[in-house]
């Protein structure tokens, strides 16, 4: 989390920046600032939205052609106009942002404030630039030496850029455990947590590894070196990034454009890979490694928040068509509970972002396992797929609003595809299912547009319930994640209490909670165990609670004791998640609409965890 950009070049570094950290702020929104270097570095910050910071500076001077910027997204102090980066040194020659957790800070900070250093925030971050500014009064060293001595000090993470007051036309920028992006343009530079600042200006990038320190200075080729001083060769990637995929194109909120493009996302995420006509399903990207994915003992899924949903899914998927067993781990626990894991176990890794920081330090566990690694990740060129032995990107394109729609979506599309290539593979699905599911899978995309369809009955429903203040999520087998992943979309966006339960556990303790307050969200659509979830339904009503059902259109068995009845298209049961969340996206999304939240970045959330 936190979004950092830099620029060096002919042009004013503002405008750019500033822009820059409006794409950022999906990474953090508590408090923002920029630093602009001139004769004198000119450093504003303020608590609050980049918008807020625009504001503040409206009638400063802002003028220069290099800076650095940050949203932040707070660890260590609270949000406020202090602890805001950028962050000066006591000289107020170098300014610092950082995106990360500098873990062994206190020990560094003790030992600054013992030789006379002053700390004007509570974050770890301030304790870098102090130590660069001692190590460069100290050792007599340049900036970028100083930088390297310090890095070698630091336990944690970072991704930073530096500017001195007493080399101008210098940028420093390192990165370890975070993102960091470098835009290589015509005279120019841009530095930043993603590509999305920088892809109207170049389409050039590099990727800086971790433990690499790069070297910009203006007019000069990019250098590389690795906090060993050990020189690289920048490596020129082509960004892909269609920029409208940035912008609103007329919806309200990105959140409610991205679940209206589901249709062509998952789309997208099929094309190449889906052939009906030839029956063939290829992930071109884990092409080498099917043998070894065909014969695992097992397949470890390990991903969070939305994307553990999209895990669970996958682990129906796997069991049911290619008979692998699977654990679903949510990669925070994994990381830190010393898991059993042979070398022919496989790990699937999901991530939207690629960056999240819990999920990639499960892979380096299971890697140093000897486990073979699977990434699936929707970000192109983030740390994930580069960690990871093999992977697919699920190609949704960019996604900005911090809950997860079209993400989730294309990984479940994704992970139907892998369960059923390897079905394939295996055998273990005979030829007519396999081509039953293929064909249903095909009209996804239209039965997906045909489900949109569904927005005014939302809108209507979220008008009765806006004001609830519980809800319960109920839905069992494959459906049972889509509860969760719905309970979830209502927290996170409405700050609604909401749980996602398995519906048979429901008489087991949720139960208690039901009255005739108490809206209770059902998925039931076709699928073997639908007579069973007629019971847990009755149970509901005879404890007076208020059902809201999806189904299947044609139903008519829950029609007769539901509330309120939403209908999605028929599909083969194995594909319902993925008509059955678009409902409950919507609820979400209008529900928290109608209740004046932030849709887009909502309280204390960030879309980007890259800190444990
Ligand atoms: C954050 C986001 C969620 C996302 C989760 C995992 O919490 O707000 O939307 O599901 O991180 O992120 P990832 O990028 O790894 O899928």
Not at 63 to 92: D, V, Y
Not at 232 to 248: F, Q, V
Request: proline share 4%.
């Amino acid at each position: 989390m936190c979004g950092i950009v830099a620029y060096v070049g002919p042009n004013q570094a503002y405008p750019i920046l500033i822009k820059g950290l409006y794409r950022l702020e999906y990474r953090g929104y508590d408090s923002a600032g920029i630093a602009i270097l001139d004769k004198d570095i000119k450093l504003y910050k303020t608590k609050g939205k980049v918008a807020d910071l625009d504001n503040f500076v409206k009638d400063k001077d802002v003028t220069g052609t290099i800076g650095i910027a940050h949203t932040r997204w707070a660890t260590h102090g609270e949000p406020n106009n202090a602890n805001a980066h950028p962050h000066f040194s006591n000289s107020k020659k170098l300014a610092i942002i950082h995106n990360g957790i500098i873990e062994n800070y206190s020990t560094l900070r003790e030992e600054l404030i013992t030789r006379g250093y002053i700390f004007c925030s509570n974050t770890d971050t301030e304790v870098l630039v102090h130590l660069i500014e001692d190590i460069q009064i100290h050792e007599n060293v340049n900036l970028m030496e100083a930088v390297q001595l310090a890095l070698n000090q630091v336990i944690g993470a970072y991704a930073i850029v530096i500017i001195s007051k007493d080399d101008p036309d210098l940028l420093i920028a390192a990165r370890k455990g975070s993102p960091l992006v470098i835009g290589i343009g015509e005279n120019e530079t841009f530095v930043a947590s993603d590509a999305t600042p920088i892809v109207e200006y170049t389409r050039n990038v590099v990727y800086l590894d971790d433990e690499e320190i790069a070297i910009i200075r203006r007019n000069q080729e990019l250098k590389i070196k690795t906090i060993k001083n050990i020189d690289k060769t920048p490596y020129i990637h082509k960004l892909e990034i269609n920029l409208s995929a940035l912008e609103k194109g007329g919806f309200d909120h990105f959140m409610l454009k991205e679940i209206y493009e589901q249709p062509r996302s998952i789309g997208d995420c099929m094309r190449g890979r889906l052939n009906v006509e030839k029956g063939i399903v290829s992930l071109g990207g884990i092409l080498d490694y099917i043998e070894k994915i065909k014969n695992a003992n097992r397949i470890i899924i390990i991903a969070c928040g939305t994307s553990w949903h999209a895990g669970l899914v996958g682990e129906y998927l796997f069991e049911e068509l290619a008979r692998i067993p699977v654990e679903v781990e949510y990669a925070s626990e994994f990381r830190y509970r010393n898991p059993v894991i042979y070398e022919d176990d496989v790990v699937i890794a999901i991530s939207q972002s690629g960056e999240t920081a819990d999920t990639l330090a499960a892979i380096e566990l299971a890697k140093s396992k000897g486990a073979t690694i699977i990434g699936i990740c929707n970000v192109v060129g983030s740390s994930i797929p580069r960690a990871t032995h093999a992977g697919t990107y699920t190609h949704a394109g960019p996604e900005i609003g911090v809950a997860s729609t079209k993400a989730f979506t294309a990984q479940v599309t994704i992970l139907t595809l892998m369960a059923l290539m390897l079905a394939d593979k295996k055998g273990s699905i005979s030829k007519s299912r396999f081509h039953q599911i293929i064909n249903e899978l095909e009209k996804i995309p239209s039965k997906v547009e045909e489900t949109l369809k569904v927005n005014d009955e939302i809108i209507r429903i979220a008008k009765i319930f806006k004001d609830s203040r519980n809800f319960l999520y109920l839905g069992r087998g494959l459906n049972f994640p889509v509860a969760l992943e719905g309970a979830l979309k209502l927290k996170e966006i409405s700050y609604i209490h909401a749980e996602g339960y398995p519906a048979a556990e429901m008489k087991h303790g949720p139960i208690a909670l039901i009255d005739e307050k108490m809206p209770v969200v059902v998925i039931a659509t076709n699928q073997g165990v639908y007579e069973k979830i007629i019971s847990n339904i009755e149970e509901v009503k005879a404890r007076k609670g208020i059902i809201i059902a999806i189904v299947t259109e044609g139903d008519k068995s829950v029609r007769n004791i539901a509330d309120y009845v939403i209908e999605v298209p028929d599909t083969d049961e194995l594909l319902a998640p993925l008509l059955a969340t678009i409902p409950l996206q919507l609820l979400s999304y209008h529900i928290a609409v109608m209740r004046g939240c932030s849709i887009d970045q909502p309280r204390n959330l960030a879309k980007s965890v890259t800190v444990e």
